[in-house]
């Protein structure tokens, strides 16, 4: 049972600074943001803690610019979006540790810009921790998407703070109980659909996942290694080639795609074709979504699961063009009750 401090365990004074750790690493085309759900699942955390009266300083990374400052990971998008969702005024730290935040006042909201651009962060160092220390009197996190890595603001800040002073928040809280669903493999059949760009980092729980589940579908960008660990030409297509070796070893307890939709291109494709995966593709083909007969094929699988486990979309869903196998999923649950930014958290490609 994994068992966290919540917000019923925190006593937050009117006017508190609450230092709050959300994954704002949405997929972004140039300054647009095109799928909200990691802001829009913060939402009763960030109005739980105003109700409450408290100040909130917004804290996220956003992409990997490896301690630079690059105009590209701005959370400038982030702030709009924000304050329009909320309709609230949402101020703005351009430097993190330079942030002046004892003017802040009950319900005030304040966001910081990207932590990444700060090397600190990712090396998960002290003095950067201290840093962001001094932002705020009580910390609060649900960056679920980001809780695997050891970074600064997730691991060495929450430290620095007095224990009661500390909590998840309501999203991080909700996807343990998920979590804790799967691990106890509570309903059958259990299906677990798994897509995404990367198989590295996620290596443990797909092993633990392959012993769970009672059937293992895989798609998106995590397909195509598997498929190239069988020997399936992929053509240009997105292989993690560090990931062979595990794809090689539990290759045979999944099921993978037996079509695929193809392109030369995914901004600009000229044609795009449906493949036999068993035919390989050529060397200018790439696969960017799963075939008309693996949706169908999924889709009879997931019509006699009792539990679904999701992480990551079938396909590059952020194109039309190659949304089938997302959507389809998606429309037969259209309020689904599933953990939500685990999904969304593994994008099809960054
Ligand atoms: C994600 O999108 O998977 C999380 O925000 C973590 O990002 P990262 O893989 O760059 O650490
Ligand atoms: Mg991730």
């Given at each position: 049972m994994i068992r966290i401090r919540t917000l019923d365990n925190l006593s937050v004074p009117r006017g508190a600074r609450v230092f709050y750790r959300v994954d704002y690493n949405v997929p972004l085309e140039g300054t647009r943001i095109t799928d909200t759900t990691r802001i829009d699942e913060t939402i009763p955390t960030i109005r739980r803690l105003r109700d409450a009266g408290a100040a909130l300083v917004l804290a996220s990374h956003l992409g990997r610019p490896k301690g630079e400052r690059k105009e590209k990971y701005s959370l400038k998008p982030v702030r709009e979006q924000l304050a329009a969702t909320l309709g609230a005024d949402v101020q703005w730290a351009d430097d993190c540790l330079a942030a002046d935040t004892s003017p802040l006042r009950a319900g005030d909201l304040l966001l910081l810009e990207n932590l990444r651009f700060y090397a600190g962060e990712e090396k998960n160092d002290g003095a950067f921790a201290a840093g962001l220390r001094k932002l705020a009197d009580f910390y609060v996190n649900d960056a679920f998407g980001a809780c695997h890595r050891a970074h600064a603001s997730i691991d060495a800040l929450p430290r620095l703070f007095p224990r009661e002073n500390t909590a998840g928040g309501l999203l991080l809280g909700r996807e343990l109980d998920f979590l804790q669903k799967v691990t106890n493999a509570s309903e059958r059949p259990f299906v677990a659909l798994l897509g995404g760009a990367k198989i590295a980092g996620k290596i443990e729980p797909l092993e633990a996942l392959v012993n769970l589940a009672d059937t293992v579908l895989i798609g998106g960008g995590m397909a195509n290694t598997f498929l190239a660990a069988r020997g399936v030409a992929m053509g240009?297509?997105?292989?993690?080639k560090d990931s062979i070796d595990v794809a090689t070893r539990i290759g045979e307890k999944v099921v993978l795609p037996v079509d695929l939709v193809v392109a030369d291109d995914l901004d600009a494709p000229q044609k795009i074709?449906?493949?036999?995966?068993d035919a390989g593709l050529a060397p200018e083909q790439k696969a960017f979504d799963i075939g008309?007969?693996?949706?169908?094929?999924y889709d009879a699988e997931l019509k006699k699961a009792r539990m679904v486990f999701w992480n990551g979309p079938m396909g590059v869903f952020e194109k039309e063009a190659f949304a089938k196998?997302?959507?389809?999923?998606?429309a037969r649950w259209p309020r689904p009750t599933r953990s939500r930014s685990w999904a969304a958290a593994s994008r099809s490609r960054r």
């Open positions: 240009g297509s997105l292989v993690d074709y449906t493949v036999d995966a008309p007969r693996t949706i169908a094929a196998g997302r959507w389809r999923w998606r």
